[in-house]
């Protein structure tokens, strides 16, 4: 059983090998644009260069309707959404646009997951299956080509109205409302080979503040700032323009509410070590089940007791007298009490017989002399069944009486 169940546990294993081999490559790349993911699609990349530039970067991980009480300072701030995983809807777009609605504060906003906020800029995301080749049209100075741009998944397409009706929320019969400012000048950062643009600068003309817009995440991804000239774009346009910027991390599943165990579950669901351990947990579980007690009552054991010497005896002499071999057990019986009594001299000396002829010169008690007289009697041959019990009780009485 204990082969079996080893073999089973190897066999689990190997498969989960092979399984995870094969989804190795998925599962490494988380693709969430996080600044906190070090992978190819994070972008830890470009928030650890904005530090090294004297940028300084802060993670928000809170709720977003605490943004209202976050104090900026005195320097410039820029909020940074960078294609959030669970995109923003209805009343979370709110705390955005109030803290937004401060002088000198600025929005960066990528990808679809913020297109609720885009909205109400009068922007929305025009998305593509093919990949969009780009060129800048803004370039910074230090970009010397605008050759070898990662391609993006959309574009970005205006709206004509002016105020915007988020529907989403319908189900908690909560409408959210929002209406397109004044924006004092566009200025296109990327555009397709068509002209139409994939990233704008907004400047506003209600607030001292400006937006960026970007169709999707993919400039500011490790990977693109690694392999490309949009590291130097992306950081030109922040580093320099902003004294503080903050990441918006809740939305890619960085809450602050998280816990160990939750981090490991989570992890445990997406590598294949994790799914080796639930199945090895899950052998284990089910050999524990097999090993278990067996249901039903419980079966209450037998004290066991260590026998006397007496009790041998007497369970000798019913097994001799069951076989009638009456006769030898008196015989045993009698060698065994010379042999307790005189020690294994007197047994390569004389025979049981003439030492049991001999005994009356030890005894003393009326007792001990009947026990002897039982036992002679009971030594000529026929003796019947009771008789081998009548021999054990007079070899116990001599036993006694010698002994004491």
Do not use: K
Request: aromatic fraction near 6%.
């Amino acid at each position: 059983e204990a082969a079996l169940a080893l073999g089973a546990v190897l066999v689990l294993l190997l498969a989960a090998g092979i399984i995870g081999s094969r989804e190795a490559a998925g599962l490494q790349e988380d693709g969430r644009p996080s600044s906190f993911l070090n992978d190819p699609y994070g972008s830890r990349g470009f928030a650890e260069a904005l530090e090294r530039l004297g940028v300084e970067v802060r993670r928000w991980r809170r709720p977003l309707r605490g943004l209202a009480s976050d104090s900026a300072g005195s320097g410039r701030s820029l909020l940074v959404l960078l294609d959030p995983t669970m995109p923003l809807q209805g009343v979370e777009v709110a705390p955005v646009l109030e803290w937004a609605r401060h002088d000198r504060r600025g929005l960066l906003l990528a990808g679809p997951g913020a297109e609720a906020v885009m909205e109400c800029f009068g922007y929305a995301v025009d998305r593509r299956v093919d990949s969009v080749a780009l060129r800048t049209v803004t370039r910074p100075a230090s970009t010397t080509s605008a050759e070898g741009w990662p391609g993006m998944a959309g574009l970005l397409a205006a709206r004509t109205s002016s105020e915007v009706v988020d529907s989403t929320r319908l189900s908690d019969a909560r409408l959210h409302r929002c209406s397109v400012p004044t924006i004092a000048r566009v200025t296109p950062l990327l555009q397709a080979a068509t002209g139409r643009p994939a990233g704008l600068r907004l400047e506003r003309d209600d607030v001292e503040g400006e937006v960026l817009l970007f169709a999707d995440a993919t400039p500011f991804r490790n990977r693109a700032l690694r392999e490309t000239p949009a590291g130097v774009f992306a950081l030109d346009w922040v580093a320099g323009r902003y004294d503080r910027v903050i990441f918006e991390e809740g939305r890619h599943g960085f809450g602050a509410g998280g816990s160990l165990a939750g981090a490991t579950m989570d992890w445990s669901r997406r590598s294949p070590w994790g799914w080796a351990m639930w199945q090895v947990l899950g052998v284990g579980f089910l050999a524990l089940a097999a090993a278990a007690v067996r249901f039903g009552q419980p079966v209450r054991l037998s004290e066991r007791r260590r026998r006397s010497p007496l009790e041998h005896v007497r369970a000798l002499a019913t097994a001799l007298a069951a076989a009638r071999g009456h006769d030898i057990a008196i015989g045993l019986i009698v060698r065994g009490l010379r042999r307790r009594l005189g020690g294994r001299q007197s047994v390569r000396r004389e025979d049981w017989r003439q030492w049991l002829d001999q005994l009356p010169q030890s005894v003393a008690s009326p007792r001990a002399l009947q026990a002897r007289a039982t036992l002679v009697t009971l030594t000529r041959p026929g003796q019947p069944a009771a008789g081998v019990l009548r021999a054990a009780d007079a070899v116990e009485d001599l036993w006694e009486e010698l002994h004491h």
